[in-house]
Protein backbone atom coordinates (compact mmCIF):
# COMPACT_ATOMS: atom_id res chain seq x y z
CA UNK A 1 0.00 0.00 0.00
CA UNK A 2 1.26 3.18 -1.09
CA UNK A 3 0.23 6.69 0.65
CA UNK A 4 1.44 9.88 -1.10
CA UNK A 5 -1.12 12.21 -1.66
CA UNK A 6 -3.42 14.57 0.40
CA UNK A 7 -6.24 13.78 1.16
CA UNK A 8 -5.09 9.72 2.10
CA UNK A 9 -5.08 9.59 5.67
CA UNK A 10 -7.82 10.22 8.41
CA UNK A 11 -7.93 9.57 12.07
CA UNK A 12 -10.85 8.71 13.84
CA UNK A 13 -10.35 9.01 17.72
CA UNK A 14 -13.11 7.45 19.74
CA UNK A 15 -13.81 7.85 23.51
CA UNK A 16 -12.50 10.10 26.16
CA UNK A 17 -9.06 8.39 26.84
CA UNK A 18 -8.29 8.70 22.38
CA UNK A 19 -9.39 11.89 22.18
CA UNK A 20 -7.39 13.31 25.07
CA UNK A 21 -4.23 12.02 22.81
CA UNK A 22 -4.81 13.34 19.99
CA UNK A 23 -6.29 16.44 20.30
CA UNK A 24 -2.68 16.87 22.01
CA UNK A 25 -1.08 15.37 18.90
CA UNK A 26 -2.73 17.35 16.61
CA UNK A 27 -1.21 20.05 17.53
CA UNK A 28 2.18 18.98 15.39
CA UNK A 29 2.65 18.60 12.03
CA UNK A 30 1.87 15.28 11.02
CA UNK A 31 1.28 13.16 7.95
CA UNK A 32 -2.59 13.68 8.40
CA UNK A 33 -5.07 15.35 6.70
CA UNK A 34 -8.07 15.27 8.88
CA UNK A 35 -9.60 14.72 12.18
CA UNK A 36 -13.23 12.89 13.28
CA UNK A 37 -13.65 12.53 17.22
CA UNK A 38 -16.16 10.46 18.06
CA UNK A 39 -17.85 10.05 21.68
CA UNK A 40 -20.95 9.27 23.67
CA UNK A 41 -20.20 12.46 26.08
CA UNK A 42 -19.70 15.87 24.95
CA UNK A 43 -17.71 16.77 27.51
CA UNK A 44 -15.12 15.19 25.70
CA UNK A 45 -15.33 17.66 22.83
CA UNK A 46 -13.79 20.59 25.26
CA UNK A 47 -10.46 20.51 23.50
CA UNK A 48 -11.46 19.91 19.99
CA UNK A 49 -12.97 22.05 17.19
CA UNK A 50 -16.82 21.49 16.68
CA UNK A 51 -16.76 20.94 13.45
CA UNK A 52 -14.49 17.49 13.49
CA UNK A 53 -17.23 16.04 16.15
CA UNK A 54 -19.30 13.26 16.12
CA UNK A 55 -21.80 12.17 19.41
CA UNK A 56 -23.18 9.41 19.56
CA UNK A 57 -26.29 10.10 21.91
CA UNK A 58 -28.34 8.06 23.69
CA UNK A 59 -32.04 9.08 24.31
CA UNK A 60 -32.31 7.34 27.99
CA UNK A 61 -29.99 7.84 31.05
CA UNK A 62 -28.23 4.91 31.29
CA UNK A 63 -24.82 3.00 31.98
CA UNK A 64 -23.08 2.03 28.92
CA UNK A 65 -21.81 -1.15 27.91
CA UNK A 66 -19.68 -1.60 24.37
CA UNK A 67 -22.61 -3.41 23.03
CA UNK A 68 -24.68 -0.46 24.00
CA UNK A 69 -22.51 1.82 22.60
CA UNK A 70 -22.34 0.24 19.32
CA UNK A 71 -25.90 -0.08 19.16
CA UNK A 72 -26.42 3.42 19.79
CA UNK A 73 -23.73 3.71 17.17
CA UNK A 74 -25.65 2.15 14.37
CA UNK A 75 -27.33 5.54 13.75
CA UNK A 76 -24.58 7.46 13.12
CA UNK A 77 -22.92 4.96 10.39
CA UNK A 78 -23.46 7.01 7.72
CA UNK A 79 -21.81 9.94 9.15
CA UNK A 80 -18.90 8.00 9.63
CA UNK A 81 -18.54 6.39 6.55
CA UNK A 82 -19.19 10.06 5.00
CA UNK A 83 -15.65 11.21 6.51
CA UNK A 84 -13.51 7.76 6.34
CA UNK A 85 -14.98 7.30 2.71
CA UNK A 86 -12.46 9.60 1.46
CA UNK A 87 -9.43 8.38 2.58
CA UNK A 88 -7.15 5.39 1.73
CA UNK A 89 -5.36 5.02 5.34
CA UNK A 90 -8.06 5.35 8.05
CA UNK A 91 -6.29 5.54 12.37
CA UNK A 92 -8.95 4.22 14.23
CA UNK A 93 -7.51 5.77 17.65
CA UNK A 94 -9.08 4.33 21.45
CA UNK A 95 -8.40 3.75 24.57
CA UNK A 96 -9.38 0.57 25.49
CA UNK A 97 -11.35 -1.17 28.34
CA UNK A 98 -14.35 1.78 29.20
CA UNK A 99 -17.53 1.34 27.07
CA UNK A 100 -16.85 3.65 24.13
CA UNK A 101 -13.68 2.88 23.45
CA UNK A 102 -14.23 -0.70 23.65
CA UNK A 103 -17.80 -0.60 21.87
CA UNK A 104 -17.29 1.52 18.79
CA UNK A 105 -13.16 1.00 17.98
CA UNK A 106 -13.95 -1.94 15.97
CA UNK A 107 -16.89 -1.17 14.36
CA UNK A 108 -15.09 2.06 12.81
CA UNK A 109 -12.44 0.07 11.86
CA UNK A 110 -15.00 -2.20 9.99
CA UNK A 111 -16.78 0.53 8.57
CA UNK A 112 -13.44 1.89 7.52
CA UNK A 113 -12.84 -1.56 5.49
CA UNK A 114 -15.93 -1.36 3.94
CA UNK A 115 -15.45 1.53 2.45
CA UNK A 116 -12.29 0.73 0.86
CA UNK A 117 -9.77 2.24 2.92
CA UNK A 118 -7.11 0.39 4.80
CA UNK A 119 -7.93 0.67 8.78
CA UNK A 120 -5.19 0.51 11.52
CA UNK A 121 -5.98 0.28 14.80
CA UNK A 122 -4.20 2.38 17.50
CA UNK A 123 -5.22 1.04 20.94
CA UNK A 124 -4.22 2.52 24.32
CA UNK A 125 -4.04 -0.24 26.94
CA UNK A 126 -5.72 0.25 30.53
CA UNK A 127 -2.54 0.17 33.48
CA UNK A 128 -1.94 -3.14 35.35
CA UNK A 129 -4.08 -1.96 38.16
CA UNK A 130 -7.17 -1.12 36.54
CA UNK A 131 -8.11 -4.79 36.34
CA UNK A 132 -11.28 -4.74 35.86
CA UNK A 133 -10.93 -2.90 32.66
CA UNK A 134 -9.25 -5.64 31.10
CA UNK A 135 -12.01 -7.55 29.77
CA UNK A 136 -13.21 -5.31 27.50
CA UNK A 137 -9.62 -4.30 26.61
CA UNK A 138 -8.89 -7.70 26.00
CA UNK A 139 -11.91 -8.51 24.06
CA UNK A 140 -12.16 -5.09 22.25
CA UNK A 141 -8.23 -5.70 20.98
CA UNK A 142 -9.35 -9.13 19.46
CA UNK A 143 -12.33 -7.68 17.67
CA UNK A 144 -10.22 -4.38 16.46
CA UNK A 145 -6.93 -6.83 15.26
CA UNK A 146 -9.84 -8.54 13.22
CA UNK A 147 -11.50 -5.57 11.72
CA UNK A 148 -7.74 -3.82 10.50
CA UNK A 149 -5.11 -4.26 8.41
CA UNK A 150 -2.92 -3.82 11.81
CA UNK A 151 -2.94 -2.69 15.22
CA UNK A 152 -0.65 -0.58 17.20
CA UNK A 153 -0.64 -1.14 21.24
CA UNK A 154 0.74 1.15 23.20
CA UNK A 155 0.59 0.30 26.85
CA UNK A 156 -0.01 2.70 29.50
CA UNK A 157 2.35 1.14 32.19
CA UNK A 158 5.44 2.00 29.67
CA UNK A 159 4.46 5.53 29.02
CA UNK A 160 4.33 5.92 32.86
CA UNK A 161 7.28 4.22 33.35
CA UNK A 162 9.19 7.31 34.74
CA UNK A 163 6.59 9.03 36.84
CA UNK A 164 6.89 9.79 40.41
CA UNK A 165 6.05 6.69 43.03
CA UNK A 166 3.66 9.21 44.85
CA UNK A 167 2.02 10.81 41.46
CA UNK A 168 -1.95 11.37 41.85
CA UNK A 169 -4.22 9.19 39.67
CA UNK A 170 -4.54 12.51 37.19
CA UNK A 171 -0.91 13.32 37.04
CA UNK A 172 -0.24 9.49 35.93
CA UNK A 173 -3.10 9.87 33.28
CA UNK A 174 -1.23 13.26 32.45
CA UNK A 175 2.09 11.72 32.07
CA UNK A 176 1.01 8.96 29.82
CA UNK A 177 -0.88 11.00 27.50
CA UNK A 178 2.05 13.60 27.15
CA UNK A 179 4.22 10.45 26.57
CA UNK A 180 1.94 8.89 23.96
CA UNK A 181 2.09 12.47 22.13
CA UNK A 182 5.70 12.44 21.83
CA UNK A 183 6.10 9.02 20.69
CA UNK A 184 3.31 8.83 18.21
CA UNK A 185 4.64 12.54 17.35
CA UNK A 186 7.96 11.29 16.36
CA UNK A 187 6.67 8.47 14.37
CA UNK A 188 4.24 10.76 12.61
CA UNK A 189 5.99 14.18 12.35
CA UNK A 190 6.15 15.94 8.55
CA UNK A 191 8.67 18.36 10.31
CA UNK A 192 11.41 15.89 11.26
CA UNK A 193 15.41 16.67 9.91
CA UNK A 194 14.40 12.83 8.23
CA UNK A 195 11.10 11.70 9.16
CA UNK A 196 10.59 7.95 8.46
CA UNK A 197 7.23 8.68 6.07
CA UNK A 198 4.02 6.68 6.17
CA UNK A 199 4.93 4.64 3.69
CA UNK A 200 7.76 2.98 5.99
CA UNK A 201 5.84 3.21 9.11
CA UNK A 202 2.94 1.21 7.59
CA UNK A 203 5.51 -1.44 6.10
CA UNK A 204 5.77 -2.01 9.42
CA UNK A 205 2.53 -1.91 10.81
CA UNK A 206 0.71 -4.06 7.81
CA UNK A 207 1.75 -7.16 8.98
CA UNK A 208 0.18 -10.15 10.38
CA UNK A 209 0.48 -9.95 14.25
CA UNK A 210 0.50 -7.11 16.47
CA UNK A 211 2.79 -3.78 16.15
CA UNK A 212 4.22 -3.01 19.94
CA UNK A 213 5.30 0.88 20.76
CA UNK A 214 8.16 1.04 23.48
CA UNK A 215 9.58 4.43 24.17
CA UNK A 216 12.83 5.19 26.04
CA UNK A 217 15.14 8.00 27.08
CA UNK A 218 18.75 9.25 28.09
CA UNK A 219 20.85 11.72 28.68
CA UNK A 220 23.94 9.63 29.49
CA UNK A 221 27.22 9.73 27.56
CA UNK A 222 25.94 6.33 25.46
CA UNK A 223 22.76 7.79 25.10
CA UNK A 224 21.87 6.08 21.98
CA UNK A 225 22.49 2.65 23.14
CA UNK A 226 21.04 3.38 26.80
CA UNK A 227 18.02 4.94 25.32
CA UNK A 228 17.53 2.26 22.47
CA UNK A 229 18.39 -0.94 25.13
CA UNK A 230 15.80 0.86 27.34
CA UNK A 231 13.06 0.81 24.37
CA UNK A 232 13.73 -2.66 23.82
CA UNK A 233 13.78 -3.77 27.22
CA UNK A 234 10.02 -1.97 27.57
CA UNK A 235 8.48 -4.45 25.04
CA UNK A 236 10.10 -7.45 26.17
CA UNK A 237 7.33 -6.89 29.10
CA UNK A 238 5.18 -6.83 26.55
CA UNK A 239 6.11 -9.76 24.26
CA UNK A 240 8.69 -11.89 23.28
CA UNK A 241 11.56 -9.27 20.99
CA UNK A 242 12.75 -12.19 19.17
CA UNK A 243 9.47 -12.66 17.44
CA UNK A 244 9.63 -8.97 15.89
CA UNK A 245 10.09 -9.01 11.54
CA UNK A 246 9.96 -5.11 11.34
CA UNK A 247 10.56 -2.15 13.31
CA UNK A 248 10.80 1.49 12.89
CA UNK A 249 13.23 3.28 15.23
CA UNK A 250 12.40 7.19 15.50
CA UNK A 251 15.16 9.19 17.55
CA UNK A 252 14.31 12.47 19.11
CA UNK A 253 17.41 14.78 20.14
CA UNK A 254 18.61 17.99 19.87
CA UNK A 255 21.22 19.75 16.85
CA UNK A 256 24.10 17.32 18.74
CA UNK A 257 23.04 13.99 17.84
CA UNK A 258 25.64 12.79 15.70
CA UNK A 259 25.69 10.28 12.44
CA UNK A 260 27.87 7.95 14.72
CA UNK A 261 25.06 7.60 17.60
CA UNK A 262 22.49 7.35 14.55
CA UNK A 263 23.93 4.57 13.04
CA UNK A 264 24.79 2.56 16.25
CA UNK A 265 20.93 2.76 17.21
CA UNK A 266 20.13 1.22 13.58
CA UNK A 267 22.76 -1.59 14.10
CA UNK A 268 22.38 -2.87 17.55
CA UNK A 269 18.98 -3.11 17.39
CA UNK A 270 18.92 -6.48 15.95
CA UNK A 271 21.05 -7.70 18.56
CA UNK A 272 19.35 -6.51 21.13
CA UNK A 273 15.90 -7.43 19.94
CA UNK A 274 17.69 -10.98 20.11
CA UNK A 275 17.13 -11.18 16.23
CA UNK A 276 19.48 -10.02 13.67
CA UNK A 277 17.15 -10.39 11.16
CA UNK A 278 14.80 -8.02 12.39
CA UNK A 279 14.62 -5.31 9.03
CA UNK A 280 14.82 -1.92 10.53
CA UNK A 281 14.00 1.45 9.18
CA UNK A 282 14.23 4.81 11.23
CA UNK A 283 13.89 8.77 11.44
CA UNK A 284 15.35 11.55 13.01
CA UNK A 285 14.32 14.64 14.42
CA UNK A 286 16.73 17.17 16.25
CA UNK A 287 14.35 19.38 17.25
CA UNK A 288 14.20 17.90 20.74
CA UNK A 289 16.42 18.27 23.83
CA UNK A 290 19.64 16.81 24.76
CA UNK A 291 17.50 13.97 26.46
CA UNK A 292 17.35 11.47 23.47
CA UNK A 293 14.26 9.97 23.17
CA UNK A 294 14.01 6.32 21.30
CA UNK A 295 10.24 5.48 19.98
CA UNK A 296 10.63 1.91 19.14
CA UNK A 297 7.82 0.10 16.81
CA UNK A 298 8.25 -3.40 16.16
CA UNK A 299 5.45 -5.86 14.37
CA UNK A 300 4.95 -9.46 14.17
CA UNK A 301 3.92 -10.51 17.26
CA UNK A 302 1.46 -12.80 17.68
CA UNK A 303 1.40 -13.44 21.01
CA UNK A 304 1.37 -10.81 24.14
CA UNK A 305 0.43 -10.61 27.27
CA UNK A 306 -2.94 -8.85 26.78
CA UNK A 307 -3.73 -12.81 25.37
CA UNK A 308 -4.18 -13.20 28.95
CA UNK A 309 -6.68 -10.08 29.61
CA UNK A 310 -9.41 -12.11 27.39
CA UNK A 311 -9.65 -15.51 29.45
CA UNK A 312 -12.94 -16.56 27.14
CA UNK A 313 -10.99 -16.56 23.85
CA UNK A 314 -8.20 -18.55 25.81
CA UNK A 315 -10.74 -21.24 26.06
CA UNK A 316 -13.17 -20.69 23.02
CA UNK A 317 -10.71 -19.69 20.87
CA UNK A 318 -12.62 -18.98 17.02
CA UNK A 319 -16.41 -20.11 18.91
CA UNK A 320 -16.65 -16.40 20.32
CA UNK A 321 -19.35 -14.59 19.85
CA UNK A 322 -19.91 -11.60 18.64
CA UNK A 323 -21.44 -9.66 21.53
CA UNK A 324 -19.25 -11.74 23.91
CA UNK A 325 -17.92 -8.20 25.52
CA UNK A 326 -21.54 -8.26 26.92
CA UNK A 327 -21.61 -12.24 28.20
CA UNK A 328 -21.11 -13.57 31.51
CA UNK A 329 -17.57 -14.39 32.98
CA UNK A 330 -17.07 -18.01 32.98
CA UNK A 331 -17.24 -19.15 37.32
CA UNK A 332 -13.89 -17.97 38.64
CA UNK A 333 -13.62 -15.08 36.33
CA UNK A 334 -15.19 -12.54 38.44
CA UNK A 335 -12.35 -10.47 39.34
CA UNK A 336 -12.20 -9.13 35.58
CA UNK A 337 -15.79 -7.94 35.36
CA UNK A 338 -15.56 -4.99 33.51
CA UNK A 339 -16.76 -1.69 34.78
CA UNK A 340 -16.17 2.27 33.37
Request: glycine letters at 10%; proline letters at 3%.
Amino acid sequence: MVVNSRGDVTVVVVGSAGIKIVSLLSRKPLLVDRYLYVSCDEEDFSTVEPKDTLLVESRVDQKLTPAIARGLALGRVRDIKGVVGKSKLVFVVAGLGGATGSGLAPLVASLAGECGAAPVGVAVMPFEFEKKMKFYAGVSLRRLRAASRGVVVIDNDILMHSSPEDSTLASLYDSANKAAVKALGSLLSSAAARPLGLNKLLGAVLQDGYALLGMSSSGTEDKAEDALAGAVVSLGKLAETKEAGRAVVSLNGDSTLSAKEVGLAVERLGSLMDNEGVDVEYGVDDSGSAQLQVSLLASGFRSTKYDDYDPIAKVLGDRVLDDDMDAALPEGLEALQPCD
